[in-house]
């Protein structure tokens, strides 16, 4: 079974401008609410490939309703920790008259030392070996620095496979437990380790990675590509030009493309194709609405890959 585990979910609310003037009034264009946070998109898009997953993680109480609601119109399965306070609204600001994409993340609800030994409970009364587990996006406040470092060691030790999304500290220390696979987009890499920005460079970073003990690596460049690193081999995907209406959620779509192609086994360059379609058919849709698989499958003939190394 495929496990997603969201720590801080949120609403999505995409706001559609022709475009922002700071300091004044603004009126949009129009507006919409989905539900998002990194490992529901997840779970969404595999649901989209035609994969079964149940989300973990935790959600506010206060504004819970809607939230679940979403997820069972979408015959998601969850078994969330509810905890004090509200989900998080995370607002996207899509300027049209200049292709402008601005997220602006809120901190969301707080967590306890209960709620945090809750979900490590809930992980271990789930988790069997070959299970794969997602685990992705932003710490609450009151989660350590250490949780998904902990999580990944706990994973491990049970059999199951790690895929980590992460940024920042989060990432740094997670990355110490060796997951098996990492899809890091180019920002958040940097925040971690310097490097130069042309390809080869990249690349490079990729190999690091791997020398590190990480199986897998899969490095996002939003529309310069991606990189696909393993110990024997880097592949690279092209960008295919399409009208982008939201890059929200593109991320989220490689990884769950790459949680379902582990889970069928796939041989990489096939699960890179996958990932790279899902992800460009998400940029055309709007607001964070998963990738129509019909746009998945037109891409799959269409996305370039070449072997980099
Ligand atoms: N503007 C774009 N044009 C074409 N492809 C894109 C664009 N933005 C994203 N993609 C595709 O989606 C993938 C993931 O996007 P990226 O922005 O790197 O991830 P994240 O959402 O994690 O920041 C990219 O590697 C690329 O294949
Ligand atoms: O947990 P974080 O890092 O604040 O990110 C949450 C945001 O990321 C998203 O999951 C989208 O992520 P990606 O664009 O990286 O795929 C949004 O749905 C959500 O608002």
Redesign the pocket.
């Known amino acids: 079974m495929i496990y997603t585990v969201t720590l801080n979910p949120a609403f999505d609310m995409t706001v559609y401008l022709d475009q922002l003037v700071k300091g004044d009034v603004n009126r949009s264009i129009k507006s919409l609410i989905d539900i998002g946070g990194k490992g529901i998109n997840v779970s969404k898009v595999i649901k989209s490939l035609g994969g079964e997953s149940i989300v973990l993680g935790f959600l506010g109480q206060e504004n819970r309703g809607n939230f679940i609601k979403q997820l069972d119109r979408l015959e998601i399965k969850h078994d969330f920790i509810y905890v004090e306070g509200e989900t998080r609204t995370n607002i996207k600001l899509v300027e049209n008259k200049f292709g402008i994409f601005t997220d602006i993340n809120q901190k969301g609800f707080g967590i306890t030392i209960e709620d945090i030994d809750k979900l490590f409970e809930k992980i271990k009364y789930y988790a069997r070996q070959g299970d794969i587990f997602v685990l992705s996006g932003s710490l609450p406040e009151g989660a350590d620095n250490n949780i998904y470092f902990e999580l990944i060691k706990l994973l491990k030790d049970i059999g199951a496979i790690t895929i980590l999304d992460a940024d920042g500290e989060a990432l740094k220390n997670g990355l110490l437990a060796k997951p098996d696979i990492v899809k890091p987009?180019?920002n958040e890499l940097r925040m971690i380790m310097d490097f130069k920005d042309d390809l080869n460079s990249i690349a490079s970073v990729g190999k690091k990675l791997i020398s590190q003990g990480i199986e897998k690596a899969v490095i996002?460049?939003?529309?310069n590509?991606?990189f696909y690193v393993t110990r024997d081999k880097i592949l690279y995907?092209y960008?295919?030009?399409?009208e982008?209406k939201s890059?929200v959620?593109?991320?989220?779509a490689?990884v769950a493309s790459i949680a379902f192609g582990e889970s069928k086994n796939m041989e990489d360059e096939e699960v890179f194709r996958l990932a790279?379609s899902s992800?460009?058919a998400s940029?055309i849709e709007e607001g964070t609405k998963s990738p129509k698989l019909e746009n998945i499958n037109k891409l799959m003939k269409k996305i370039k890959i070449e072997r980099w190394m």
Request: no cysteine; proline share 4%.
């Open positions: 987009n180019i996002s460049m939003g529309d590509g991606a995907a960008p295919e030009r399409v982008v890059t959620g593109a991320g989220d490689m790279v992800a460009t940029i």
